[in-house]
């Protein structure tokens, strides 16, 4: 499995933007995805994920109300919905498989990686 992330670029405060993962391969649909975001000088945290069968989905408190996790099986696709955004918010984003099914905010529990995509808020 190889994931792609795209979607990323820079908004003003307050703005929007989608981030997309797409996959690779047959087994997308049956583990858990997440992404995590990683700003300079920190380390990579974790943002959001969503279980297998789309029931369960997590977010980190900093972005809880602000973004959706969702996923487009028949497309293989995990997306990350970004409102509200702010300066605070500007990382590079990663799309990461799973081992498990369920949710998983640990990245330890992540096996397959994306590139990373930037976003930039600016203020």
């Known amino acids: 499995v190889q994931l792609q992330a795209s979607g990323g670029g820079l908004v003003q405060a307050g703005g929007s933007l989608r981030l997309s993962c797409t996959a690779s391969g047959r087994t997308f649909s049956s583990y858990a995805m997440g992404w995590f975001r990683q700003a300079p000088g920190k380390e990579r945290e974790f943002v959001a994920t969503?279980?297998?069968?789309?029931?369960?989905?997590a977010y980190a408190d900093s972005v809880k109300g602000r973004f959706t996790i969702s996923r487009d099986t028949a497309k293989n696709t995990v997306y990350l919905q970004m409102n509200s955004l702010k300066p605070e918010d500007t990382a590079v984003y990663f799309c990461?498989?799973?081992?498990?099914?369920?949710?998983?905010?640990?990245?330890?529990?992540?096996?397959?990686w994306g590139q990373g995509t930037q976003v930039t808020v600016s203020s």
């Open positions: 990461a498989r799973s081992r498990l099914f369920i949710v998983a905010l640990s990245s330890d529990e992540y096996d397959i």
């Open positions: 969503i279980g297998w069968g789309d029931v369960s989905t």
